[in-house]
C-alpha cells in the first residue's frame, strides 16, 4: 500500500532552521511522495477546503509538524476531523533531527513521485488560537477578555471566528482559561498554551491563578467586564468610522 508524507515547513519560529532544512533536502533526494505545507496554521485559516482535500485520504499518512494535539486542533478547525486510524503525527517539537530522520525512512515509500507544495497567505504570520473541546466548559472568559472580536460566545460554546484579528504573539486569552482548553500552536515557549500532549494539571493551575492576577488583578469579574464593556466600544467605533467612510464615498460618486 502507499504512504504519503505531509510536511509543514512551520512559517514560526518554533522549529528549529536545522531540522527544516534536513526534513527538505531528504524529500527532495529521496523523491518521497510529500506534500509540503508552507504554514499548517495558516493554510487552516485561509485555505479550508485544501486542507480538507489534502488530509481526506485512506493512504497511511505521517504528518510531520509541531505538537499532535495542536495539529489535531488546528485540522479540527479546518473542518477535517483528525482521528483517523491512517494518520500518525511526528512531533518537531520534541524530536531530533537524527530521530526525525530514522522516522522518515522507516515509513516512506520506495517508489518516487510527483512532491506538491502548498503556500500560506504572504505576510500573515498565522498566529492565533484554535480550542480544544475535550477540554472546554463554554465559560466565555476568552470571549469577554479578548478585545478584538476573534471569539464568539454562543449559548453553550466559544468559537473562534475571526482568527485574523488575533494580535501577533498574544497569547494572554489562553494564559487566563481556567481549563487550559486554548491553544496557540506557535507559542515559543511550549507547554499546554503550544498544545503540549503532556500537561501538568497541578504547574497549569497555579501558573493560571498567578497570570489572572497578573493580567485582570484581585477582581477578575470586574475586570473582564470592563474588557467586554472595551470591546463593544471598539465594535461601535469601527461600524461608526465604516458608516462614515460610506458617507463620504456616497458623497463623492
Known amino acids: 500500500m502507499n504512504k504519503k508524507v505531509l510536511y509543514c515547513n512551520c512559517g514560526g519560529e518554533i522549529v528549529s532552521k536545522e531540522i527544516k532544512e534536513s526534513i527538505s533536502k531528504f524529500l527532495y533526494n529521496e523523491k518521497v511522495d510529500a506534500i509540503q505545507i508552507s504554514d499548517l496554521c495558516g493554510l487552516c485559516v485561509t485555505e479550508k477546503p485544501t486542507i480538507k482535500k489534502i488530509f481526506s485520504t485512506t493512504e497511511p499518512t505521517l504528518v510531520i509538524a509541531c505538537h499532535p494535539r495542536a495539529v489535531k486542533k488546528l485540522l479540527d478547525y479546518a473542518g477535517f476531523k483528525s482521528d483517523r486510524d491512517s494518520l500518525s503525527f511526528l512531533n518537531l517539537r520534541e524530536t531530533s533531527v537524527n530521530e526525525v530522520l530514522v522516522n522518515l525512512k522507516a515509513f516512506c515509500n520506495e517508489e518516487p513521485s510527483i512532491q506538491t507544495e502548498h503556500i ?83 504547574a497549569e493551575l497555579q ?16 475586570a473582564l467586564e470592563q474588557r467586554k464593556a472595551k470591546r463593544q466600544s471598539i465594535i461601535r467605533e469601527q461600524a461608526m468610522k465604516k458608516a462614515l467612510e460610506e458617507r463620504d464615498n456616497a458623497k463623492k460618486n
Do not use: M
Request: charged share 20%.
Open 120 to 202: 500560506s497567505e504572504p505576510g500573515w504570520p498565522a498566529w492565533f488560537p484554535v480550542i480544544d473541546y475535550s477540554r472546554c466548559t463554554g465559560c466565555g472568559q476568552c470571549a469577554d477578555f479578548c478585545l478584538f472580536g476573534v471569539y464568539e460566545k454562543t449559548n453553550d460554546k466559544v468559537i473562534v471566528v475571526n482568527p485574523k484579528g488575533c494580535k501577533n504573539n498574544c497569547p494572554a486569552c489562553a494564559r487566563i482559561c481556567p481549563h487550559t482548553a486554548i491553544i496557540f500552536p506557535k507559542f515559543k515557549q511550549g507547554g499546554a498554551i503550544s498544545g503540549s500532549n503532556s500537561i501538568d494539571e497541578t
Open 207 to 222: 501558573r493560571q491563578q498567578q497570570d489572572l492576577k497578573s493580567i485582570l488583578g484581585s477582581d477578575i469579574y470586574k
